[in-house]
């Protein structure tokens, strides 16, 4: 079955560095779309970047574009999210997620994923 594990959360200073890493496994890359998402305390979930395989587009929220990067290694297993220039609004659950079979109408969006790890928490305070 479908397993993604995340790892690398934390505490850190504003304008500080995390990378986060979701090892997933149990099935077929070939269409999917793979996302990191954030739920900050007293908030909905929200989508921070996706990556769709198909065509390798990367996708990132407003408030995530030119600070974060997301990547998949050469092995292919696992997926990266590289955050810079860290803010106290990114403190939150991190969550990993994945679509199997993406289509046109996959966003990144919380409700356009069906399997999901369990969350790190990164938080960024002084």
């Known amino acids: 079955q479908v397993q993604l594990v995340e790892s690398g959360g934390g505490l850190v200073q504003p304008g500080g560095s995390l990378k986060l890493s979701c090892s997933a496994s149990g099935f077929d890359w070939t269409y999917s779309t793979i996302g990191w998402f954030r739920q900050a305390p007293g908030k909905e979930r929200e989508g921070v970047s996706c990556?769709?395989?198909?065509?390798?587009?990367?996708e990132y929220s407003g408030s995530a574009k030119g600070r974060f990067s997301i990547s998949r290694d050469d092995a292919g297993t696992t997926v990266s999210l590289r955050m810079n220039k860290l803010k106290p609004e990114d403190t939150g659950i991190y969550y990993c997620a994945v679509v199997v079979i993406a289509t046109i109408q996959t966003t990144c969006a919380p409700q356009s994923f069906d399997h999901w790890g369990q969350g790190t928490q990164v938080t960024v305070s002084s």
């Open positions: 990556l769709s395989i198909v065509d390798g587009r990367p």
